[in-house]
C-alpha cells in the first residue's frame, strides 16, 4: 500500500498565477469571490454594471497586492457574454476560472410574472452562463484545463412562490452544470455549482424594502428562522468557492453543493 500523502492545505488552496473571471463581483456575494481569490493569488477580472462600485472593489484587491481590472457587462445580450470573455482572458493573458454568480432575483409567482420579468431573468441566471461557458471553454483547453463554478440557489429544488422564474432557471442551470461537467472532463474542466441559501446581502436588502415592502425589522425577524442565528453572509459562498476553483478540489466536477442552514426540503425550525 502506497504512503498516504496528506496534502498542504495553503499550498491547495493557492491561486498564483491565475486567472479568474467572477461576474456580479461589485457588490454582495460576488463581491466577496472576488476578494477570496485575489487573497489566494488569484488575477481577477471584476464584472458589473456600475464602473464605480468595479472601481471600489478593485482598490481593495489591488491594496492587498494582487492583481484586479474590471469590465461592464450586459449579460442579457449573449453576444457581450461572449466578448467578456474574451476581453477577460486578454487583461493577463490568460483565463483559468470562471465563477457565474451575476444573478436577477426579481419577485413573481405563477400568477403575476410577466413575460418581460420571464426573459430577464432566465437571460442572466441560465442563459447568460450557457454562452460565458461556451466562450470560456476555449480559453481553458489552452491552459490544458480549468474550473467553471455556477452559483446557483436552493430554489433549484421547489423554491419560494414569489420567486416562481429565479427557481426555475437555477433549476435549468444546475442541470447545465451537470450537462457540462458530463461533457467538459476529458478536457480536465471541471464544472461545479454552489447553492446559496438565504445571504444577507446589498441586494437582498434592496428587494426586501423595495419589491416586498419590508421594514428595519426584517433581518431581525429572518435571524429567527436561522438555526444557527445569522443569516448566511457573502463570505461563507466565497470560502466554499475556494474549495471548488483550486486544486483542494482537483478531482471534484459535476458537483452541486447546497450551502444552507437545514437539509433542502426539512422544516426551518426543529
Known amino acids: 500500500m502506497a504512503d498516504l500523502k496528506i496534502p498542504n492545505l495553503p499550498r491547495a488552496f493557492d491561486l498564483t ?17 472576488a476578494l477570496q481569490l485575489a487573497a489566494l493569488g488569484a488575477a481577477v477580472i471584476v464584472n458589473g454594471r456600475s464602473e464605480a462600485r468595479g472601481a471600489e472593489v478593485i482598490a481593495g484587491i489591488t491594496a492587498a497586492g494582487a492583481r484586479a481590472a474590471f469590465e461592464a457587462s450586459d449579460l442579457t445580450d449573449a453576444t457581450q457574454c461572449r ?8 487583461h493577463f493573458g490568460r483565463l483559468d476560472i470562471l465563477v457565474n454568480n451575476a444573478a436577477d432575483t426579481s419577485r413573481g409567482d405563477v400568477r403575476t410574472t410577466t413575460i418581460e420579468d420571464w426573459d430577464r431573468i432566465h437571460a442572466i441566471n441560465l442563459r447568460a452562463p450557457f454562452f460565458l461557458m461556451q466562450a470560456a471553454v476555449p480559453h481553458l483547453e489552452r491552459q490544458g484545463g480549468g474550473v467553471i463554478l ?15 422564474a429565479y427557481s426555475s432557471a437555477k433549476g435549468g442551470l444546475m442541470t447545465l452544470t451537470k450537462n457540462a461537467a458530463a461533457q467538459l472532463n476529458a478536457a480536465r474542466i471541471r464544472v461545479n455549482q454552489i447553492n446559496v441559501g438565504w445571504t444577507l446581502t446589498e441586494g437582498e436588502e434592496k428587494v426586501k424594502r423595495e419589491q416586498e415592502g419590508k421594514g428595519d425589522e426584517w433581518v431581525a425577524e429572518a435571524v429567527k428562522t436561522r438555526p444557527f442565528g445569522r443569516l448566511l453572509e457573502p463570505a461563507d459562498t466565497a470560502y466554499a468557492v475556494a474549495y471548488y476553483v483550486s486544486d483542494a478540489g482537483a478531482c471534484v466536477t459535476g458537483s452541486v453543493m447546497d450551502l444552507e442552514q437545514y437539509p433542502v426540503g426539512a422544516p426551518p425550525a426543529w
Do not use: F, M, W
Open 83 to 90: 466578448q467578456l470573455v474574451d476581453r477577460a482572458a486578454a
Open 17 to 33: 498565477g491565475r486567472v479568474a473571471l467572477v461576474t456580479g463581483s461589485t457588490s454582495g456575494i460576488g463581491k466577496g469571490i
Open 150 to 164: 455556477n452559483i446557483g440557489s436552493v430554489n433549484a429544488y421547489i423554491g419560494e412562490p414569489k420567486l416562481t
